[in-house]
């Protein structure tokens, strides 16, 4: 029994150590600097609620205006947060709009409707620990009603 007592101390010790050890490993956060000019605020016309919606909802993983919490800076968890950050800046970032060609653009504005709509975005592993962020219904057709509205100017900068 004794043996058995020494074995999982040692085991608790290594593992508290592994641990500790971790922490100073893995990915780095980052709110890379965005330049006015780019962000969508300065291309597309935005409500301030569709603003508010975005603030709330959608710009911890898409825009480099991250709200970092304090479980982003305990790994193993923060590898997670960091990666869904990253991986959600590849496909659509608001702070870097400006970056996006005309047909690039069109096509976001109708992916943010279609994922609104669908309920996959915001994820549903996002919610629970981001009070508010889950999207009404009057949200989600807030948010479709902008997009439409934004592919008409789009479409007509193409003729």
Not at 57 to 65: A, G, T, V, Y
Not at 88 to 112: K, P, Q, T
Request: aromatic share 6%.
């Amino acid at each position: 029994m004794k043996r058995v007592q020494k074995i999982l101390k040692w085991t608790a010790l290594v593992i508290s150590c592994l641990v500790v050890a971790i922490q100073f490993t893995g990915p780095a956060r980052s709110n890379p600097a965005a330049a006015g000019s780019q962000m969508v605020e300065a291309h597309l016309q935005m409500s301030t609620q569709v603003a508010t919606v975005l603030d709330r909802s959608c710009n911890d993983c898409h825009s480099n205006k991250t709200r970092w919490p304090w479980y982003s800076r305990v790994a193993p968890v923060s590898w997670l947060v960091i990666d869904h950050v990253n991986h959600g800046r590849s496909h659509l970032n608001f702070s870097e709009w400006g970056g996006y060609d005309r047909l690039e653009a069109a096509r976001l504005l109708v992916s943010i409707c279609k994922e609104v709509k669908s309920g996959a975005m915001p994820l549903s592993s996002y919610t629970p620990l981001h009070p508010g962020s889950k999207l009404s219904g009057d949200d989600v057709k807030l948010l479709c009603d902008w997009t439409n509205s934004q592919l008409v100017p789009l479409q007509n900068r193409a003729r």
